[in-house]
Antibody, heavy 117, light 106 residues
């Protein structure tokens, strides 16, 4: 079964740091780009970041550029999101998602909650 | 960044109704648009990719159309399990951008 499982969400003070993790299983992990998408309480979806299959190419939303870093470890089938200089507006559920070629995201984790307060 | 304008923001409908949701993008994106369904407390689910291709396992009452800057999601006959929020996502260029969402209510 294809599965993504996020962890690492926590309550953190403004200016603090946090690292989210996402464990993948059930597919050839290294062949797929991976993304993080977040959803603030009561709000819509916001794409945060994407890393390609090799871990070399990364993309970020303007709102997190310079503060967040996405990375992956293909040997462990893990993707990470290092979040620094956290702000109240980063409070959200963070979803890990598998990119479906160039066609969006076909597998999503259950999400992990980050609260900055 | 490409702006994605989704309408309506909410729609009230009944079981059996036909529902149409539209997304317009600020520039042409060929057919690089997908549709997602999200139910309360759950992760989003991919319904349609490449504007009109039904994801495996998704009921055929869902359909998508459009290209360029205007796209449509249609639910041909609304079922009780379809009451949810729907989002479009442009996948043409980074930064990826979602529409604001459409809540389909009873």
């Amino acid at each position: 079964e294809v599965q993504l499982l996020e962890s690492g969400g926590f309550l953190v003070q403004p200016g603090g740091s946090l690292r989210l993790s996402c464990a993948a299983s059930g597919f050839t992990f290294k062949n797929y780009a991976m993304s993080w998408v977040r959803q603030a309480p009561g709000k819509g979806l916001e794409w945060v970041s994407t890393v390609n299959g090799g871990g070399v190419t990364t993309y970020y939303a303007d709102s997190v550029q310079g503060r967040f870093t996405i990375s992956r470890d293909n040997s462990k089938k893990m993707v990470y999101l290092q979040m620094n200089s956290l702000r109240a507006e980063d409070t959200a559920i963070y979803y890990c998602a598998k990119r479906f070629g160039g066609y969006g995201m076909d597998v999503w984790g259950q999400g992990t909650t980050v609260t900055v307060s | 960044a490409i702006r994605v304008t989704q309408s309506p923001s909410s729609v009230s409908a009944s079981v059996g109704d036909r529902v149409t949701i539209t997304c317009r993008t600020s520039q042409g994106i060929t057919n690089d648009l997908g549709w997602y369904q999200q139910k309360p407390g759950e992760a989003p689910k991919l319904l349609i990719y490449a504007a009109s291709t039904l994801q495996s396992g998704v009921p055929s009452r869902f359909s998508g159309s459009g290209s360029g800057t205007e796209f449509t999601l249609t639910i041909s006959s609304l079922q009780p399990e379809d009451f949810a929020t729907y989002y479009c996502l442009q996948d043409y260029i980074n930064p990826l951008t979602f529409g604001g969402g459409t809540k389909v209510e009873i």
